[in-house]
């Protein structure tokens, strides 16, 4: 089965990345695999305060399942699989591993990061440049 990866890290560019790669997925009958990739000390709700590792994979974790939950109600699933997966690292590193078995990824041209002026933050330039399959960059 075809399997569409898309990066998500709660901006409204992985809000509109996931949206166009689920739209893909239910024209192509194609898995959608939505990948969160945090990494210590993870900027969520706690950041400046000194937590376990273990709370901070967890707000990661709420991250994923909220996105998801905030899409599946604007969304009708249109019989596209879903599967999700939380990884922990260098966000590029994470979705271009992720690459390897898929026949698409998608990104947002821009996440969280600091520079608004920029066209292409980091990350999706990173996996643009590196990824082992097709590359979709939603603006």
């Not at 089965?1 to 890290?9: E, F, K, Q, R, S």
């Not at 689920?22 to 959608?32: F, K, W, Y």
């Not at 699989?81 to 690292?89: A, F, I, M």
Request: with cysteine.
């Amino acid at each position: 089965m075809t399997v569409i990866v898309v990066g998500i890290d709660g901006s409204q560019a992985s809000r509109d990345a996931l949206r166009w790669a689920h739209e893909e997925a239910r024209l192509r009958n194609a898995a959608l695999r939505v990948v969160h990739v945090w990494v210590y000390p993870y900027l969520g709700p706690r950041t400046g305060v000194s937590e376990p590792r273990e709370l901070m994979e967890g707000d990661a974790t709420k991250l994923l399942v909220g996105e998801l939950e905030r899409f599946r109600a604007e969304v009708p699933d249109g019989g596209v699989p879903v599967e999700t997966r939380l990884l922990e690292g260098s966000a590029a590193d994470g979705l271009v591993a992720e690459s390897r078995d898929a026949d698409l990824v998608v990104v947002g041209t821009r996440g969280r990061g600091g520079f608004s002026s920029l066209l292409l933050g980091s990350v999706s330039a990173e996996v643009a440049h590196h990824a082992r399959c097709p590359v979709v960059l939603v603006r």
